[in-house]
């Protein structure tokens, strides 16, 4: 099915491992953004992405890494966990055409002890 | 930076009621495109409504409709005849402009609403 994979859907880690959570999209859309929920705090912006080999950090960028060497895939790096980035996490993808909105992922829910 | 302000942290409304939910914008942009999604307890992103600000009509989805304040920067979502599976969280969303793409979406802080039967 097109659509948005992200994988794992749940993750525990320790503090100070490192991991990547993996998204891929098949709708050749240009945009990706990573997000985190947290209660009240809404879907904030961590890195988002408007085309191969192009970047950017968002509103909460720190202790996150992203590359996007192909259109498909734009995987998210946890460099050392953190018990601060326990959260569900979103990837999400839009197409030229991205005014008629973004196709979300079903999330990965992660916790760090 | 560009914010998005969702006012309203819950509301709550009674089955078959009419229901607003508020969303402010900031902006330096004239031509741009505004969401609201619907998170239900699945945690599943679904797509409510959008809205084209060059656009002078209000954008209307069977039971949806927005109004749109441009000038005000104002963009709610009226949800008529209230049913149970309504009940979520609902967020605004509003385009990243990079370089003058708008492809990356930033979003509001939500609002969760309830449905009372």
């Known amino acids: 099915n097109a659509g948005v994979t992200q994988t794992p859907k749940f993750q525990v880690l320790k503090t100070g491992q490192s991991m990547t959570l993996q998204c891929a999209q098949d709708?050749?859309?240009?945009?990706m953004s990573w997000y985190r929920q947290d209660p009240g705090m809404g879907l904030r912006l961590i890195h988002y992405?408007?085309?191969?080999?192009?970047?950017d950090q968002g509103e909460v960028p720190n202790g996150y890494n992203v590359s996007r060497s192909t259109t498909e895939d734009f995987p998210l790096r946890l460099l050392s966990a953190a018990p601060s980035q326990t959260s569900v996490y979103f990837c999400?993808?839009?197409?030229?055409?991205?005014?008629?909105?973004?196709?979300f992922g079903s999330g990965t829910r992660l916790t760090v002890v | 930076a560009q914010t998005v302000t969702q006012s309203q942290p819950e509301m709550s409304v009674q089955e078959a009621e009419t229901v607003t939910l508020s969303c402010t914008y900031d902006?330096?942009?004239?031509?741009?495109?505004l969401f609201w999604y619907k998170q239900p307890p699945s945690r599943q992103m679904i797509l409510v409504i959008r809205?084209?600000?060059?656009?002078?009509q209000n954008a209307t989805e069977n039971r949806f409709s927005v109004n749109f304040q441009k000038a005000a920067k104002s963009f709610s979502l009226k949800i008529s005849d209230s049913q149970l599976g309504d009940a979520a969280m609902y967020f605004c969303?509003?385009?990243?402009?990079?370089?003058?793409?708008?492809?990356?979406?930033?979003f509001g802080k939500g609002t969760k609403l309830s449905v009372k039967p």
């Open positions: 999400a993808s839009g197409g030229t055409g991205a005014h008629y909105g973004y196709t």
């Open positions: 709708m050749n859309h240009e945009y």
């Open positions: 992405s408007v085309g191969a080999g192009i970047t």
């Open positions: 902006t330096s942009e004239s031509d741009y495109y």
């Open positions: 809205q084209e600000a060059y656009k002078q």
């Open positions: 969303a509003y385009p990243l402009n990079y370089g003058g793409s708008q492809g990356n979406l930033i």
